[in-house]
């Protein structure tokens, strides 16, 4: 069996699902604009920079989940699906998450945003796996805390071993391990897979990319 791993944001998706989810809600009026945006732009820089404090991100970006209803919460991920996510998703993305299921591989989504925005994108892929961040939640309702190692640089190794541990396996017992990837964030995992795609890549990606002789493909 082949492993297929796959990021999400600029990756499967044409655009970034946490700073839209941001977005989605100063426009439902749940977030203030001015003090929001400021931040969420300025931590997305952080991101595309490779300086991103994550713990001071992940207090920023877990924060509005704890101060809504679960019930509430998931009314309007349903509405974001809708308006913001489904908009994103290309055909090309959806073909090549078929070409990796006909083939008979073990599909995952590693991403850095949190599994409470990302599950239910994952599962409109058909992709029954998923490694994001873990918001912690108390009797089902979120603390704006987070739980274990965030899925985010080298901390995507960390999980994806702790997932593979817990079922018996590591990478080697794969007949190849597939990454792909927009951003040079994620560098650490994909030196390690021995079949690393570089997606719509950022400047740097880009260059290490073809200095490497990666494959570089566009999605959109």
Known sequence: MQLALFDLDNTLLAGDSDFQWGQFLIAKGLLNEHEHLAKNVAFYEDYKAGRLDIYAFLDFQLKPLSE???????T????????KI???ITDK????????????????????????VTGPIAREFGIDHLI?????AIDGEFT???????SFQAGKITRLNEWLAERGKTLDDFESTWFYSDSHNDLPLMKL?????????DATLKTYAEEAGWPVISLR
């Open 132 to 136: 994001g961040t873990t918001p912690e």
């Open 86 to 88: 489904r908009p994103m």
């Open 68 to 74: 809504h209803k679960r019930s509430e919460l998931d």
């Open 193 to 201: 897979v021995d079949q690393p795609v570089a997606v719509d890549p």
């Open 144 to 150: 704006g805390k987070v739980v274990g190692t965030p």
């Open 93 to 116: 993305a959806r073909a090549l998450v078929e070409k990796h299921r006909q083939n008979g591989d073990l599909l995952m989504i590693i991403t850095a945003t949190n599994s409470f």
């Open 76 to 83: 309007l991920h349903n509405e974001y699906m809708e308006q």
